[in-house]
């Protein structure tokens, strides 16, 4: 099996940044690739918080934070790539500009480099197709927030080999995580039952005229979530939960997974949850 030393991660927002975290923390030398160099910035001042976080909880020694921070990277150069044993993509969820990227990668990562999309909702194997080693190619799905959600999906796509999945789930391990592995299909395991979840919560709005608020004390209430759908939408991301739902439709053809009419219309509006300040709740800050 390959041995990991070097993870890299393409894109550091939100997801990338949380798997990023995650890489240092479990002792991997990490490079993060961000647009600009202001956006790797914010993206590494934003881990090291959080880390800082956990050496004031007695989670972490300040010893222990000094070498996962110097263990990061960031980069705008992709060819820097060439010197890392797994990547993980973690960018915008669309599936040309992930197969755009998988290509390039392709070209100027190692042929034994392992390749993996930290997509939600796209097929894995469309994805692998862009390349020329779809057998080195894998799924790892993360939970938004990475760094506090247990588990990371390991997706097997058409072609990908046993020794690729042997990777990934070592990893994910190393990580700290519940390692499942599944094949792929819509929505994998979680989503494929929480997508159409969260846009019923949201059809019910309307149908029942409650308010978000209402909602979220019914569901945390009743159903002993741990957040409300509303909130759980916010965290998430208004577009990232639409892109998702728009490509379980586009491939199952299920009305209960397309977005929900109230969903896009904030979306339109610019309304993207927290990351924006707004979305079915203010944000300060
Ligand atoms: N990255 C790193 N560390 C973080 C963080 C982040 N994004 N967010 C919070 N933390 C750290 C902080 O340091 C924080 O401590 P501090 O406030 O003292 O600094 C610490 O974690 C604990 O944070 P919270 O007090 O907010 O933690 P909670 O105990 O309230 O739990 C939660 C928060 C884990 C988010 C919990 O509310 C939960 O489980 N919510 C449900 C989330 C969920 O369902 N996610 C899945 C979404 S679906 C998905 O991701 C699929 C995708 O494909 C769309």
Redo the contacts with the bound molecule.
């Keep these: 099996m390959t041995e990991i030393r070097t993870i890299g991660v393409v894109g550091l927002g939100?997801m990338g940044g949380?798997i990023a975290?995650l890489a240092v923390e479990a002792g991997y030398e990490t490079i993060g690739r961000e647009v600009t160099q202001e956006f790797g910035d914010a993206a590494a001042a934003r881990i090291g918080h959080?880390l800082t976080?956990k050496v004031e909880k007695g989670q972490l020694t300040a010893d222990e934070r000094e070498a996962a921070v110097a263990r990061l990277e960031t980069t705008t150069d992709l060819e820097e790539f060439a010197r890392c044993d797994l990547v993980i993509e973690a960018i915008i969820e669309e599936l040309e500009p992930k197969r755009a990227l998988f290509a390039e990668l392709d070209r100027i990562c190692r042929p034994d480099a392992v390749l993996a999309t930290n997509t939600?909702a796209l097929s894995v194997t469309e994805i692998a197709a862009a390349t020329t080693r779809p057998e080195r190619v894998v799924g790892m799905?993360f939970?938004?927030?990475a760094?506090?959600?247990p588990l990371v999906e390991i997706v097997q796509a058409e072609l990908t080999s046993e020794a690729a999945v042997a990777v990934a789930v070592e990893v994910g391990s190393r990580f700290g995580k519940e390692v499942v592995t599944c094949h792929d299909t819509p929505g994998f395991i979680?989503?494929r039952v929480?997508i159409p979840l969260l846009n019923d919560c949201l059809r019910v709005l309307d149908e029942a005229r409650v308010t978000p608020e209402a909602l979220d004390v019914a569901m945390k209430n009743g159903a002993g979530w741990?957040?409300g759908p509303c909130a759980?939408v916010d965290?998430?991301g208004i577009d990232?939960h639409v892109h998702?739902a728009e490509a379980l439709y586009a491939l199952t053809r299920d009305p209960r997974m397309a977005p929900p009419a109230r969903l896009m219309t904030i979306n339109n509006a610019g309304l993207l949850g927290r990351k924006s300040g707004r979305g079915f709740y203010t944000y300060e800050g």
Excluded: D, E, K, T
Aim: proline share 13%.
């Design positions: 939100a949380g975290q959080f976080r939600s799905h939970f938004n927030p760094p506090l959600m979680v989503n929480l741990p957040m759980l965290l998430v990232v998702a």
